[in-house]
């Protein structure tokens, strides 16, 4: 399985940078692995752009290869700091490679545009109100809810496409366990990403 190649996997978004390991994730075995398509019960889903209009899940990556990231909610700290990372990695990286980066939330679409303007984050985002697409790539979950924002709800990482190909996944074990930037990055051929940079203070 070509997730279990990957770099080994290193807490998210504070130990970006340290390189510290963390015990490898253990795919749920309900949901599908790489090296697989993804079946028509899952593409045929509908995601939400911010105006609320209705995308199949598949239309977003059947013409290219792209980065699709399941955060827990928009309320989550260490998903928005993610975010936030996710954030800095230039455009014109993910141009040279093909390669496009997809977030979705489980939350409300009215919530994208004030996550984004939070994050400063500008690729595309979309939202899974109904978490049905969580469910049917196996995402875990903790203790049962009824709310509308599932706060136990887990994310992950795929890179999917062209076509319903699977070509990496990772499914979140808690809000830790988000997969390493960098690590996704190299294994669709964009460059390195320094999360340590900082904008530099003009004195006016």
Do not use: W
Not at 33 to 39: I, R, T
Not at 75 to 96: G, H, M, R, T, W
């Amino acid at each position: 399985m070509q997730g279990a190649m990957a770099a080994p996997s290193v807490a998210p978004v504070t130990r970006q940078i340290s390189g510290r390991a963390a015990p490898a994730a253990v795919p749920d075995p309900s949901g599908p692995e790489s090296g697989q398509s993804l079946a028509a019960a899952v593409t045929d889903l509908p995601v939400l752009d911010a105006s609320g209009r209705r995308v199949l899940f598949g239309a977003l990556f059947r013409e290219r290869r792209a980065v699709v990231v399941f955060v827990r909610h928009f309320l989550c700290y260490i998903c928005k700091e993610y975010v936030e990372d996710l954030a800095k990695i230039p455009k014109s990286f993910l141009q040279e490679a093909n390669v496009t980066l997809i977030v979705i939330g489980q939350s409300s679409y009215h919530h994208i545009e004030p996550f984004c303007k939070l994050t400063g984050y500008s690729h595309e985002i979309y939202v899974d109100p109904e978490r049905e697409i969580y469910k049917r790539l196996g995402m875990k979950r903790g203790e049962e809810t009824t709310s509308s924002g599932d706060p136990a709800q887990q994310g992950g990482t795929l890179i999917l496409g062209p076509g319903n190909n699977i070509h990496f996944i990772h499914c979140d074990r808690n809000r830790l366990d988000h997969k390493p930037i960098n690590s996704v990055l190299q294994l669709v051929g964009v460059q390195h990403v320094d999360f340590t940079s900082r904008p530099s203070v003009i004195h006016v």
